[in-house]
């Protein structure tokens, strides 16, 4: 599976394979990958196998729990956040895949195409009926790592099993909208801010001025960031710069002085001791192989506690 980004939306344009357009995994923890705000063109699936956490979808949180399963719709704005020992099935698969299916069922994806109004992210937790999907879910999963002779087959069938399942008995009838809500001019107008944030992580980026880019006073822009995003704006471009700088490291032979200036550090000092506040050890030992299997940036927001985070000086 690669994803292709498209400029103009920051959408993500997700390749599979044509014969089997699926991509199925366990993650632990959350990358950072899924700690950006980002949307795509594939439909996702995700049971919490372990732990706890929250997504921010389209501006709304919702915390999530083992046990719980969570639908992704096309489009949707969204990043995940663990709170303690998360383990997260991920199957992410092409629409396209059930046409189909959907020529003499319609409503087989209602369950995403009727996202938030007749069905939430989140299944309900108490329905009798959930302990049935994760079985089907793990059953997809068995046949999808075994690969033994027709599994496409059989990964098809009990996809569209869970489409059933869930467009039969999770349907509901009034679904209450999520508080505090991030409209979808403001999603656009955070996307925008985001971009530039990681087209330009070097810059010596002030409040005002990516409140400038959204057209929004510096308070109102953190409090939309922050219900968006789920951290504020300073500490997201902190993450951006350590991601790049993580990047640099693995992947270049400059030195970390000259690094940590590219990537948006004033000084080396500052960069050595965020790096190792968010990363847990010091940016000399990521090219150590004894220090090889680093490779989960924790969120920031565990370590700042809410709090605004300076930029770095």
């Given amino acids: 599976m690669s994803v292709i980004l498209n400029d103009s939306r920051l959408k993500e344009k997700v390749v599979f394979p044509r014969e089997y357009p699926i991509h199925l995994s366990d993650t632990i923890g959350v990358t950072t990958q899924y700690q950006r705000l980002h949307a795509h063109d594939a439909l996702e699936i995700n049971m919490i196998k372990a732990g706890t956490g929250y997504y921010i979808i389209n501006g709304v949180t919702y915390d999530f729990e083992a046990g719980d399963i969570v639908l992704i719709q096309s489009g949707a704005l969204h990043c995940a956040y663990e709170k303690e020992g998360l383990v997260m099935q991920v199957i992410t698969f092409d629409a396209a895949w059930f046409m189909g299916s959907q020529r003499s069922d319609p409503d087989i994806l209602s369950p995403f195409k009727e996202m938030g109004v007749y069905f939430t992210p989140v299944l309900d937790r108490a329905h009798p009926r959930l302990p049935a999907l994760r079985e089907l ?17 059989v990964v098809y069938a009990y996809m569209l099993q869970f489409f059933v399942q869930v467009n039969r008995h999770f349907r509901q009838e009034n679904v209450e909208p999520g508080k505090n809500p991030v409209s979808f001019a403001q999603l656009e107008k955070i996307r925008l801010v985001i971009r530039a944030m990681e087209d330009r992580h070097a810059h010596s980026w002030t409040l005002e001025e990516l409140a400038g880019l959204a057209y929004l006073s510096p308070s109102r822009f953190s409090d939309i960031f922050r219900r968006a995003v789920g951290v504020s704006p300073l500490t997201y471009l902190i993450q951006i710069r350590l991601e790049n700088a993580y990047r640099l490291l693995e992947t270049t032979d400059l030195k970390i002085v000259d690094i940590a200036m590219e990537c948006g550090f004033r000084t080396l000092s500052n960069f050595n001791r965020l790096f190792k506040r968010h990363i847990g050890t010091e940016p000399r030992l990521i090219r150590s192989k004894v220090n ?7 969120p920031v927001s565990d370590h700042f506690g809410g709090v605004e985070a300076p930029l770095p000086e």
């Fill in 292 to 298: 090889s299997c680093c490779r989960k940036i924790v």
């Fill in 137 to 153: 879910l793990l059953a997809i999963q068995e046949e999808h790592d075994s690969a033994r002779a027709s599994y496409v087959s």
